[in-house]
């Protein structure tokens, strides 16, 4: 008989529907990040960056103490939200530390060896990034002693009795050193998050890779010493990691024999610290070129106005050197106004910023398929209660109306032509 049929469909749909409400309840708990829809790798064409075919403008921040917070269960959860308020602000960046070399929750205790506990930390950084759909430029070391730095690989060097020099400089040349450098490297790259699973090398999470965080070598003024390490380093990455974008870290100063050093550089001393933007950028490894503005610490006797000039030339010249000489895009990858300048007055960061905006926003508009003008990084944003790790540049965006209105905006209007569902929440809150 008919009816009879329809018997055994009580247990299976009593299944289904039970099924269906332990996911509904508990599904956020089996989350697979593999079963997210596949982010693409950011790729360069000539002056742009290019995700899927489509530009892709930059505009994000920095907060280099994302590994350091999430090491610790009390902090990690500010990690996660800096990476949720940037996402509902728009941000498609955000410059980090993945390097902690030497001292207090050090990634690298010594040359070659590693503490895991503080690898799963960058390993649930680039997680959460992806959760967010925030990409990351990773830096791998820095050229100032906060971290570790260049001066921690110095010292290792003497107390293994092989240094050629105590000179911080001699992280540039000494073939220890360097063979220390590209060991932590070869084990970065080729790390397997332990919470995706997927080798750093191969995640499209990350946006790129910076070789070091304002490389200077002021015992070689000719800038030979730095270009060389810059030229070796470059390739032993791209011999691991094809698939990443690679940029040096620059400040962006003109060197000795470079003509722009007397009419950009903010003073003399700026060409004599052994770097010079083009030839550093021009690399054949370097997929684009890294800025710095901070004309307030480089200038000793200008006001507000006068830096606020200088800004937009000093912009300029950069993106005219993209987009004639390197051929590459450029990023801002950082920026700020001191809140300790005597003159100071928080309506000045909101021209500040403008200013800085306005010029990558009108540069894509007018060469919307040419300009190597790809975007800023602002320096820096912190979640609330981090005064310990505050400096004079760093903000909480949302408790300046002003500051975060413009950083909404500006992810409105660089990302009016690709506009997705996501984007298009944020621009209609931000109205």
Not at 336 to 345: A, H, V
Request: glycine share 8%; with cysteine.
């Amino acid at each position: 008989m008919a009816p009879a049929r329809n018997g055994p469909l009580y247990p299976v749909l009593g299944f289904l529907v039970c099924a269906i409400f332990i996911y509904l309840s508990f599904g956020d708990l089996w989350f697979d990040y593999k079963a997210e829809p596949e982010l693409g790798f950011v790729k360069r064409n000539g002056t742009q960056f290019v995700v899927d075919d489509k530009v892709l403008y930059v505009n994000g921040w920095n907060s280099y103490w994302f590994m350091d917070h999430a090491v610790n269960e009390h902090s990690r959860y500010l990690v996660s939200g800096m990476l949720e308020a940037g996402a509902k602000m728009g941000l498609t960046v955000c410059r980090t530390w993945a390097f902690n070399d030497g001292g207090y929750n050090a990634l690298q205790i010594s040359p070659g060896r590693f503490d895991e506990r503080v690898f799963k930390a960058l390993d649930h950084v680039i997680a959460e990034a992806r959760k967010h759909g925030i990409r990351l430029l990773l830096s791998l070391v820095n050229n100032l002693q906060a971290y570790g730095g260049k001066t921690q690989y110095v010292k290792w060097a003497w107390q293994e009795g092989v240094g050629l020099s105590s000179s911080n400089d001699s992280f540039f040349f000494d073939p220890s050193i360097r063979r220390y450098f590209k060991n932590y490297l070869t084990t970065l790259l080729n790390r397997k998050n332990t919470e995706t699973g997927i080798e750093y090398r191969d995640d499209p999470t990350i946006f790129a890779w910076e070789l070091i965080n304002e490389p200077r070598c002021m015992s070689d003024v000719s800038g030979n010493t730095l270009q060389d390490w810059i030229d070796e380093m470059s390739a032993f990455i791209k011999s691991i990691d094809s698939k990443h974008l690679l940029t040096v870290g620059l400040e962006g100063f003109y060197g000795p024999d470079n003509p722009k050093r007397l009419t950009v550089n903010p003073e003399r001393w700026a060409s004599e610290l052994g770097s010079d933007f083009v030839r550093n950028s021009a690399s054949s490894n370097i997929d684009f070129a890294s800025v710095h503005i901070y004309p307030d610490h480089w200038f000793h006797d200008k006001g507000f106005e006068e830096n606020l000039k200088f800004v937009k030339k000093w912009m300029m010249s950069h993106i005219e050197d993209g987009d004639k000489v390197l051929k590459k895009p450029v990023v801002f990858t950082e920026f700020g106004l001191s809140n300790l300048n005597k003159d100071y007055e928080p309506s000045q960061r909101d021209r500040f910023y403008r200013e800085i905006f306005d010029v990558i926003y009108k540069c894509s508009k007018r060469n919307r398929t040419s300009s190597s003008a790809a975007g800023t990084l602002v320096w820096q944003l912190l979640m609330e209660g981090m005064d310990g790790f505050n400096d004079d540049f760093g903000i909480v965006p949302w408790e300046r109306e002003s500051i975060h209105r413009l950083m909404i905006e500006q992810s409105c209007r660089l990302g009016r032509h690709r506009m997705d569902k996501k984007l298009e929440q944020v621009c209609s809150r931000g109205q």
